[in-house]
């Protein structure tokens, strides 16, 4: 793989494949039950080669660091994980501070293999460790009258050279109805690789969902409140025409500005051809029901 990417990763940073997959296979032989029911369930993406490390954390967007795919790797190493904290609050039984270590102690880490697609049609495929957000929601103990959950990045302007420019209105926020936040596939990441996430990738607590166009996975999480309408969302209040709540990847509904049928994997080089892109990034058997009689180009 041509090193195309500037990275500021040294060598002994970047974890080799082999020592990865052998810890992968003691960690499935220590704790098999989490990661047999995964393998089921996770169909889409069994067979799919992950980028590499390099692959994945030279090339990001995470726009409080700068709009260039390279500023993240350069400049989020100066953001401040530790300690952390993540509020849940809203329509919640136990509305907290809940600090990162006691939500770590309870929750399950799993080993989760997804395909990831960007609204700008580039792809590639992450091998997550995470928990499931359902865990953590029910954690907080959410009530009947929720509908929605909402999500925002943290917010420090010394450390986030990007939030000079109003490019989004800062901070970054997020949301999901229920039944998204709910779904088995829908995880808070915590690592890459069996590693602790680096923070271009929004250390130290990311969502992720898999069958939706990458922004909707915010970075580096603070708060999550449980809401009865639908919130706010940075990409769909920066330009509400292009970018939608519900930001289903779906290979039928174009952006205004380009096609949405087919996507670059990262990685693959620069003569090789671009793949189609599947319908709900290729989790349609698992999620497809959630939109069941939506017209999905009025919510898309
Ligand atoms: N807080 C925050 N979260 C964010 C973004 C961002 O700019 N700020 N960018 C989004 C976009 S557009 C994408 S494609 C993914 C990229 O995640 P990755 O760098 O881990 O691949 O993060 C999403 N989450
Ligand atoms: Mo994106």
């Not at 999901?176 to 596939?185: F, I, K, T, V, Y």
Request: aromatic share 12%; glycine share 8%.
């Amino acid at each position: 793989m041509a090193h195309r990417w500037k990275n500021d990763l040294s060598e002994r940073d970047v974890t080799p494949e082999g020592a990865w997959l052998t810890r992968r296979g003691l960690m499935a032989g220590a704790g098999g039950l989490a990661l047999a029911g995964l393998a089921g369930r996770a169909g889409a993406a069994e067979g799919l080669e992950p980028n590499t490390w390099e692959e994945i954390t030279t090339y990001n967007n995470f726009y409080e660091f700068g709009t260039d795919k390279a500023d993240p790797a350069q400049h989020a190493g100066a953001m401040t994980v530790s300690p952390w904290s993540v509020r849940i609050d809203g329509l919640v039984d136990r509305p907290a501070d809940y600090a990162l270590e006691d939500i770590l102690s309870r929750m399950t880490i799993e080993e989760r293999i997804y395909r990831f697609r960007c609204v700008e049609a580039w792809s590639r495929v992450v091998p997550w460790n995470g928990f499931e957000l359902a865990d953590l929601l029910q954690m907080a103990g959410v009530q009947n009258d929720a509908r929605y959950v909402a999500f925002e990045t943290h917010l420090n302007r010394d450390e986030m050279p990007g939030v000079r420019f109003p490019v989004l209105d800062w901070p970054y926020v997020e949301g999901l109805r229920l039944d998204e936040a709910m779904h088995p596939l829908t995880i808070m990441a915590t690592g890459l690789y069996g590693r602790d996430l680096p923070n271009q990738n929004g250390a130290p607590l990311r969502l992720v969902v898999p069958w939706k166009y990458g922004f909707k996975s915010i970075k580096s999480v603070v708060r999550i409140t449980l809401t009865a309408e639908e919130p706010p969302t940075s990409w769909n209040k920066a330009n509400p025409r292009e970018y939608g709540f519900y930001s289903n990847v779906n290979p039928e509904v174009d952006h205004p500005r380009w096609s949405q049928a087919t996507e670059r994997r990262i990685g693959a080089g620069i003569f090789a051809r671009r793949e189609p892109t599947l319908m709900f990034n290729g989790y349609a058997d698992e999620v497809g029901d959630l939109y069941a009689g939506m017209d999905l180009t009025r919510f898309f």
